[in-house]
């Protein structure tokens, strides 16, 4: 069974840092792209940040260039969001998902299939 379940939220004023943790089980963890998006009430699910866990490729949207880092533990099955510089609008509830398309852009939600529970972070100002 393919499970990713994230730690890590919770409440931290501007300019403050967390990390969040993405512990993935049920498959091979090294043959693919897991990715961290992040939702706000009412809004779309945004693409943050994604990792080839193969080759450690990332990417990263352009609101958190300079501020977030995502990286792996592949001998841990983990993956991290490394936030720093928090702001007030990177408020939201985080997911950590798999890939399994690759058909149009890492930053489709589409393109993910199995998902996360959320991990809230929340930016007082």
């Known amino acids: 069974e393919v499970r990713l379940v994230e730690s890590g939220g919770g409440l931290v004023q501007a300019g403050g840092s967390l990390r969040l943790s993405c512990s993935a089980s049920?498959?091979?963890?090294?043959?693919?792209?897991i990715a961290w998006f992040r939702q706000v009430s009412g809004k779309e699910r945004e693409g943050v940040a994604c990792i080839k866990t193969g080759d450690g490729s990332t990417y990263y949207t352009d609101s958190v260039k300079g501020r977030f880092t995502i990286s792996s533990d592949n001998a841990k099955n983990t993956v991290y969001l490394q936030m720093n510089s928090l702001e007030p609008e990177d408020t939201a509830i985080y997911f950590c998902?798999?890939?399994?398309?690759?058909?149009?852009?890492?930053?489709?939600?589409?393109?993910?299939?199995?998902w996360g529970q959320g991990t809230q972070v929340t930016v007082s100002s």
């Open positions: 998902a798999r890939r399994w398309l690759y058909t149009t852009s890492w930053y489709g939600p589409a393109e993910y299939d199995y």
């Open positions: 049920g498959f091979i963890f090294n043959d693919h792209t």
